[in-house]
């Protein structure tokens, strides 16, 4: 395995079952040796499920506030989800963007509230206008960078993934542009099916994947077409 790699279950808005999927994924993980070593499984639940996984996963948040501790009603800032063990934070999702009115200013100083608290964000973008420039004030291994055009993104169940190709020529025109040496993952639509076709490609360093991570098997066979045959031996 020549790069470790990053998958994110999403679970977006959605109610899971979290001793059920756990119990379920951990099965099936379990058969796998050294997963650790060339995967980080990282688990992105609504806030309200954070606790229930902080003692045996990795975790993200799926945002963070803007603002530090304070008074700042229904806000969870960043020093609150650092109590809570989470690693990493989805910034900027074009979900966030679209529903939320999420721009990039707003993104920016969510990026500083998740480097001032030690989280490791990673910064959702569909085109280079969305990655802010402030990103080039932060070393490049403290970030990364998720390709997702909002028409990759799955609905209902249904998936309309990007064309393997066109994410591989985006994320070399961004890496020249910004001249960055960050990890990428590409988001949309990924199940096991279309992974590997997304997983060779040289930039692709892992996913966040939404629909394809409530069902524990369904995000367990994505893991799987990622590992080398050495690996699942
Ligand atoms: P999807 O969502 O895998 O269901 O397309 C991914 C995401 O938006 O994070």
Known sequence: MSKKLLIVANWKANLVEVPTWLQQFNA???????????IEVVIAPPTSMLFLLAASATIASQDISMFPTGAFTGEVPGQLLKELDVEYCLIGHSERRKYFGENNEIVEEKMEQAFKNGITPILCAQSLAEIPENIRNYPAEKFVIMYEPFSAISTGGVYHAEDPQK????????????NLNCMFLYGGSVNSENAKSYIN???????VVGHASLDPKDFFSIIKQCLTPSTLA
């Open 28 to 38: 099936l993980s379990e058969k796998v040796e050294d997963l650790d070593e060339s």
């Open 201 to 207: 490609l040289p930039l692709v360093s892992g996913f």
């Open 167 to 178: 994410v591989q020529v985006t994320l070399e025109e961004w890496k020249s542009k910004l």
